[in-house]
């Protein structure tokens, strides 16, 4: 998923709409992005056990900051091996590398505002069928929305070829609009952001 205006991640949630890292970079002054994505390859990943880097997340979430008056976009991925922040053009083609195949990759792009007051995880996605953690969960508080929902990843990160609007403009207004913000593919990805420049 990707979201614009202000930082958040399940791996570095939080219920406060005021985020650490905002008063430690100043973010307020960014535009950003969350971007989630769903059982895909992303290389570059800190976790890899293979030579070439290659991770399949079950999902996984990126900040992309629009950085008003620059000309490109850094890429916040906490679990990437590459320059923390990368820019969008050198993390796109190195972590998300795009292949030729049948199966159409989709990101969902979140504008970040939105998205700190509407998202929540109660971290149910991280228990086996017994309710035994499958990991160490992190040690704050799991993230509820502001109208007090306690779970709606699954919303997030569920995605279909049919949710990609087939009207640029409905995309760009879907990010800003929609509570769980658009679904954009693979070939749209870069167009998508370069689009939020103008």
Known sequence: MAMVDDVASESEGTSSSVLPSERLL???????TPCY??????????????????????YHVICIQKRRGEAFDLVWDLDSDLPFPSPLT??????????????????????????????????SHMRDGLGNWLALPPTYKPITSEDGTTNNLDKYIQMRTADVPANAQDSLHGMLLNEYGVVVSETMFEWFFAQIHQ
Do not use: M
């Not at 070439?52 to 997340?57: A, E, M, P, R, S």
């Open 26 to 32: 100043g973010v307020s002054s960014f535009t950003h």
């Open 37 to 58: 994505w769903y059982d895909v390859p992303l290389w570059h990943q800190k976790a890899s056990k293979r030579s070439d880097g290659v991770v399949l997340w079950d």
């Open 90 to 123: 050198v993390y796109f083609p190195e972590a998300i590398k795009p292949v030729n195949s049948p199966y159409s990759r989709l990101f969902r792009v979140v504008h970040a505002p939105r998205f700190l007051r509407c998202f929540a995880s109660d971290r």
